[in-house]
């Protein structure tokens, strides 16, 4: 079954950098569009980044543009998210998504905290 399992996580002062993981299986993970999401305390979850099957097409939320960059590993099937320049905004429940066979899978998340 599609199994999607986040890390990388951690409390982070601002300014600070983080990468946050994503091991996938299950799939054809090659194949797959896939993207970052983001839930921060009382909100709702928001698109942060996207990254074509072959790596080459990527997109980006307005706020992280310059910050952040998605990439992927087809061999090893793992999505990255590198945070540089961490703001206190920020902080958020972090989940990457695929969306195959008319189903949204998500992973557990894993927590961001920007703070001094």
């Known amino acids: 079954q599609v199994q999607l399992v986040e890390s990388g996580g951690d409390l982070v002062q601002p300014g600070g950098s983080l990468r946050l993981s994503c091991a996938a299986s299950?799939?054809?993970?090659?194949?797959?569009?896939m993207e970052w999401f983001r839930q921060a305390p009382g909100k709702g979850r928001e698109l942060v980044a996207g990254?074509?099957?072959?790596?080459?097409?990527?997109n980006y939320e307005d706020a992280v543009k310059g910050r952040f960059t998605i990439a992927r590993d087809n061999v090893k099937k793992r999505l990255y998210l590198q945070m540089n320049s961490l703001k206190f905004e920020d902080t958020a429940l972090y989940f990457c998504?695929?969306?195959?066979?008319?189903?949204?899978?998500w992973g557990q998340g894993t927590q961001v905290t920007v703070s001094s």
């Open positions: 299950g799939f054809a993970f090659n194949v797959y569009y």
């Open positions: 990254i074509s099957g072959d790596g080459l097409t990527t």
């Open positions: 998504n695929t969306f195959l066979g008319g189903i949204s899978y």
